[in-house]
């Protein structure tokens, strides 16, 4: 795969760089280029590598539209920045890319409010002649903390974010600040919270790189290993994006041994970045990354088929990538449209804060009942159809 990244507001721009960093220290890089897009200046200090590719929008002067979504969303309709976008992506070579990532916080006003549009310019860019598009586009969509950590607004906003994405990307891979702490934290207690998001933002970005290695660097063999971009869009199918939750595990060689199941169970069990009962999946892609003279196809495959009975669905696309020099092995999973234990209550919260502020919604950020109902609607319309789908699922004999 070769993806190109684009972060979007504050936490969203902090993903990207943090994901371009891990990228780059691989040989050769799955990550072309990436650019970050925000309306408030002072983040632009916050990245490490991606600051000469930083590009402000909107006519805040520089200030940023705090939680305000709608705000972001318009600014990124104006043709000024339209055409700021196209030249900037373009000029980085997007058309190369092979697949497309898109990074921002749900909660957020910048990220969640402008993603939604910069999805249909990167389609607008890439489709074919027909129309079509062939290389994946995902966004990595980041939930908030759980009330009081974190205001109910971003509740609110992240309920709408998730409806306005769903016609427009492949799949939309969600994190979850909560879970992903406690991962953290587990392993390295005593951080900073400044700490604890620069390690969360690190995990997410070893994972894409993860499963992204069994496409630049596969084993070579008698067998499929590889897994790239078009395995992995026909993974996150759907029929519209894909909730999508990553899980990542690595541990050492010599205490894994030959056995990857372990391992795989171990993503499952405490390596998943948002709260998911795996059991529920419709769908998984699974990647192996370790040194060569230890990887064996065999023991992928193992791996694949306790996948396979921990899951709703039939089908899961593997591949297993080698790691030179390392002495870990790594397991990526995506698990496609499981259950998300945090999504109901979210949208309860979002519906509260509506009732409560809804005059000051309404008249300042325009956003009348009819628009906001029609968010929860969507959101619970994809959840009916996820469930009924596993219901499906569940009455399908699997292969002994």
Known sequence: MRWFGIGLGGAGGAIIDKTYVTFSGETPSAMIDAVVFNTSVSDRAKLSVLKDRFYLFGKFGGAGVGARWKDSMKAMMDPESRELFVRAVSERG?????????????GGGTGSGSM??????????????????????????????????????????????????????????????????????????????????????????KCLVAMSAADVEPLRGGYKTTFDSQDLKSILRFFEASLTVPC?????????????????????????????????????????????????????????????????????????????????????????EPELVRLPSLLKEARLYYEVHEEELTKMEDT???????????????????????????TRPKAE
């Open 94 to 106: 997007i058309s190369e890319s092979t697949g497309v990532m898109l990074s921002a916080a749900l």
């Open 116 to 205: 939604p549009i910069v999805a249909e310019y990167v389609k607008e860019l890439l489709a074919g002649p027909s129309g079509e598009l062939t290389q994946p586009i995902i966004s990595v969509g980041v939930l908030p903390f759980k009330f009081p950590k974190e205001s109910m607004r971003f509740a609110y906003n992240s309920a709408i974010a998730i409806a306005n994405m769903l016609k427009r990307v492949d799949s939309l891979i969600l994190l979850d600040n909560e879970i992903a702490r406690e991962i953290v934290l587990r392993d390295e207690p005593g951080l900073t919270d400044e700490q604890i998001l620069d390690r969360i933002n690190s995990l997410v970005g």
């Open 248 to 336: 990542y595990m690595r541990a050492r060689v010599e205490s894994v041994g030959g056995s990857l199941e372990f391992l795989t169970e171990a993503a499952l069990r405490e390596g998943c970045l948002a709260e998911v009962r795996p059991g529920t999946a419709l769908k998984a892609a699974l990647v192996v990354r370790g040194p060569e003279e230890y990887l064996n196809v065999e023991s992928v495959f193992e791996a694949k088929e306790l996948l396979s009975e921990k899951i709703a669905g039939l089908d899961i696309r593997e591949g297993l990538a080698v790691a030179p020099g390392s002495k870990y092995f790594e397991v990526a999973i995506l698990l496609v």
């Open 368 to 394: 009348p009942r009819e628009e906001f109902e029609a968010y929860i609607e969507a959101v619970e319309r994809h959840l009916l159809v996820s469930a009924e789908s596993r219901e499906e699922a569940a």
